[in-house]
């Protein structure tokens, strides 16, 4: 399965403004091609001074705008019925930002916000300044005055005394999420995610080979769509909510405590969850010496989700489908069912099969083009 960027076909004006971070533009107008967009870039004329116009022009496949002319680019691109899906402005120093957000309009990218703000089009802002610079009030007054006008601020990395323009995989994520028909803006997206570790004793613990790959690709095309996102897991994905779990029964736990305090719209269940519990020895098994340690068999957090929430659930399961499982977890409410072998397990790339009431479907290609498909099938569902 080959799957579409996730900017397929959109087509993006990537302002740049005069600070250092303007040398990782080429790189960010690459990825963003990459992800399927369309781009142009507009540069004020300090940002020429630290890249060369046609490093961008050469990056994006258009001729880069350094000054307006009598073809009212700002206008044709981002006025009213302007041909921009998003004016995405990286980096966005702490003078062109105040600019915006002030209704200042001396330059080039500036126009281009103003002519953006006024015809409703998204504008996403990646700021990068020295840090003194970024705690200045007036700055943070500017950052709350975009933000009320639904302008996306994306927050900088705090390193080194700097307040660093976000990694390039962030600023894509975060003009997906602002594109206009986000279908999952509002909705309440729960996952469960990686692997559970139980302890054996003091050192050792029973777990999988899980990677949680599968997670946070369905978490980042959540996000990418417009939900807000809780994991519950052991790891950490960006922009997210995540809550920490290492065994089941914390898995568990912190699931009920999410859904006490809102019951999600969507729960995905992509955690390898541990079915057995060993006994616990305190201390140090010795080495040596032949054991037998018991396994206790642990309750089926999905199967109390089924009974206790109203929620859509997409369940998991791994292997054959030996026995109708998938059948099964239909039966007891879930919308569908993703099934996939124990090779996928650390892999970047799966075969899976989504099983629903329609039917079975073959899916074969990386774990992000499966979180795609997935959430394409779930979206498809009548009041999910």
Not at 246 to 275: F, G, K, N, Q
């Amino acid at each position: 399965m080959m799957g579409a960027g996730s900017l397929s076909g959109k087509r993006i004006i990537l302002g740049v403004t005069g600070s250092i971070a303007a040398v990782e533009t080429v790189r960010l107008a690459h990825a963003l091609r990459r992800e399927g967009a369309l781009v142009t870039a507009v540069m004020t004329s300090a940002a020429t001074r630290i890249i060369h116009p046609d490093a961008l022009t050469y990056a994006t496949g258009n001729d880069a705008i350094i000054a307006l002319s009598g073809h009212v680019e700002h206008v044709g691109f981002c006025g009213d019925g302007g041909c921009a899906d998003l004016l995405l402005i990286a980096p966005c120093t702490a003078n062109t930002l105040c600019k915006i957000a002030g209704g200042i309009d001396d330059t080039p990218v500036t126009t281009f916000a103003s002519t953006a703000l006024g015809s409703g089009m998204p504008v996403v802002v990646a700021p990068a300044m020295h840090e003194s610079m970024y705690r200045h009030p007036g700055v943070h007054e500017c950052i709350r005055r975009l933000s009320s006008w639904n302008v996306t601020v994306i927050p900088p990395r705090i390193e080194e005394g700097k307040a660093k323009i976000a990694d390039i995989d962030e600023i894509i994520l975060w003009c997906c999420r602002a594109l206009p028909e986000s279908p999952l803006r509002g909705k309440h997206v729960l996952i469960t995610s990686g692997p559970c570790r139980e302890p054996v004793d003091d050192i050792r613990v029973l777990t999988t080979r899980s990677s949680g790959r599968m997670g946070r690709e369905l978490a980042l095309q959540a996000f990418r769509l417009g939900a807000d996102v809780t994991v519950v897991h052991a790891g950490k994905i960006p922009n997210v909510r995540n809550i920490p779990a290492e065994t089941a029964r914390e898995m568990h736990d912190a699931v009920h405590r999410v859904c006490a305090d809102r019951v999600p719209d969507i729960y995905l269940s992509a955690a390898a969850i541990s079915d057995y519990a060993p006994d616990y020895y305190k201390g140090k098994i010795r080495s040596g010496q032949i054991l037998s340690i018991p396994l206790h068999p642990l309750p089926k957090l999905i199967d109390e989700v089924f009974e206790r929430y109203d929620t859509t659930v997409v369940a998991f399961k791994l292997g054959e489908d030996e026995g109708g499982g998938a059948d099964q977890l239909i039966a007891k409410g879930a919308r569908l069912v993703v099934m996939n072998g124990p090779e996928s397990m650390g892999s970047d790339t799966t075969d899976a099969i989504i099983s629903s009431t329609t039917g079975r479907e073959e899916v074969r290609g990386t774990k992000r083009e499966l979180a795609a498909r997935i959430w394409e099938r779930i979206l498809m569902l009548p009041h999910s």
